[in-house]
């Protein structure tokens, strides 16, 4: 019994049903309208000699055995394996065991397809752990994702978009952390250094709203829990406190206070520099490529112009005042998405060639703001929004949709200020960006 995220009416379980009798089985497409299930008593398939066992941990205890045969020439791989058990204890709500299995991808197959969507579940879950009420407890959760990010991004095993995405939830964990100096400090080097110019001005408005919190709500200027200069820790527990940061959850600040003074002392370059340089070396390889060809097109690569021109609409925001900003941080992001305001739900009949999700404007918004999506396809569409620590609080699109450009209102009016993520689901593509409310 169950529901399907398709229109369609028919199942197909020819593979996989093999009783003499019809199955039992009922499922409603999106429509709400019944499905067929198709099968087949006497399907006739090779099935060969049994070689083995792949076997899958879905987590509970329970091991699920699928036998290899002769005939079976392309075994499931173990990456595909682990991201197939990150994607079910993360949707059956064991948020630890995601966060682990998540390290284990990260951390252990640097090159593999699933790192992006790996973090981005890793990401959710921290949040989805954040429950504390106690300042102290989230210090040590977010102290703990923020140096195994940090430790990821010095091993040099990553590119540069990976290190960018990391680099980007350090700051995020600093800012829960209360660290709101540091995380500043971090935005304002990404809005120095970026390649990507409309980076650089997205970056300026999120340390501009730290600022704000600065003079505002108040918050640490740097530093750690970390409250010794020195701890003389052998070998063994060295290995300890690193394998438990990078293949679980630390939970105990002293481990915590061990594994800072342990990245101290293993004299790790600053990751701000680090992603400094990586941003430097960027800009220089595009000034001497200027264009680049993806999917057999010329994109243009950005140049000084470019920088020159956003710097003046960084300085912009510096100066304004503040009854100004609102409307400012409107025609920025209407620049950085060259997008247009439009009415709920609505649909442009412009040919699309690619999924996207672009940043919602205005942003920050009080209490409205659109978010613009685009479809190659038709499929079935699903974007909700949630805080910062996980929780769904509006779901905006929950159906099939034609191929097409759309965009959907978010009304924030019931809702409190801070920071919220919108994510998209839509057939293959997923994507999470962020949003800020401010009232």
Not at 38 to 49: F, L
Not at 52 to 70: A, E, F, K
Not at 203 to 229: H, M, R, Y
Not at 284 to 290: C, I, L
Request: with cysteine; proline share 4%.
């Amino acid at each position: 019994m169950g529901s399907f995220n398709s229109s369609e009416t028919e199942l197909f379980a020819r593979e996989n049903c093999f009783s003499p009798t019809p199955p039992r089985c009922s499922l409603l497409n999106v429509n709400g309208d019944p499905m067929t299930v198709i099968w087949d008593p006497n399907y006739a398939c090779s099935q060969g000699d049994i070689i083995g066992y792949s076997v899958i941990d879905r987590g509970n205890g329970i091991l699920d055995s699928i036998p290899l045969r002769s005939s079976y020439s392309e075994p499931i791989s173990i990456e595909d394996r682990l991201y197939g058990q990150l994607n079910d204890h993360f949707d059956n709500g064991n948020y630890l065991d995601a966060v682990i299995t998540a390290k284990h991808i990260i951390s252990d197959y640097p090159s593999c397809q699933y790192l992006s969507e790996a973090l981005s579940r890793m990401d959710k879950a921290y949040n989805i752990l954040d429950t504390f009420s106690n300042m102290q407890q989230r210090v040590i959760l977010w102290g703990d994702f923020n140096l195994y990010l940090e430790n990821k991004i010095a091993s040099g095993n990553y590119d540069s978009k990976f290190c960018d995405a990391m680099y980007e939830m350090t700051l995020e964990c600093l800012t829960n952390m209360g660290e709101f100096y540091d995380a500043k400090l971090g935005y304002d080097m990404i809005a120095m250094y970026n390649p990507n110019p409309n980076e650089r001005l997205l970056a300026t408005w999120d340390a501009d709203a730290l600022e704000d919190l600065l003079n505002g709500a108040g918050g640490n200027k740097g530093g750690s829990i970390n409250e010794n200069t020195y701890l003389n820790l052998d070998d063994q527990e060295i290995s300890r406190i690193k394998d438990l940061n990078q293949n679980s959850i630390i939970t105990k600040k002293e481990d915590l206070k061990k594994l800072e003074m342990i990245s101290s002392s293993e004299d790790i370059k600053p990751i701000k520099e680090t992603i400094k340089l990586m941003y430097q070396k960027e800009v220089k390889s595009n000034e001497s490529k200027k264009v680049n060809i993806v999917n057999g097109r010329k994109i243009l690569l950005p140049q000084q112009k470019d920088y020159a021109a956003i710097e003046i609409k960084k300085q912009s925001i510096r100066s304004a005042r503040k009854e100004d900003k609102d409307k400012l941080r409107t025609e920025h992001l209407m620049l950085v998405g060259g997008l247009k305001s439009e009415s709920v739900g609505s649909k442009e009949n412009s040919v699309v060639s690619n999924f996207s999700l672009s940043q919602n404007f205005p942003n920050p918004f009080n209490p409205t703001t659109n978010i613009k999506y685009s479809l190659p396809k038709s499929g079935f569409v699903l974007i909700k929004v949630y805080d910062m620590v996980g929780r769904m609080v509006k779901e905006l699109v929950n159906e099939v949709k034609d191929q097409g450009n759309y965009s959907v209102t978010f009304d924030g009016a019931s809702f409190a200020s801070g920071v919220y993520f919108y994510r998209i689901e839509a057939i293959s593509f997923v994507d999470t960006k962020r949003m800020v409310l401010v009232k």
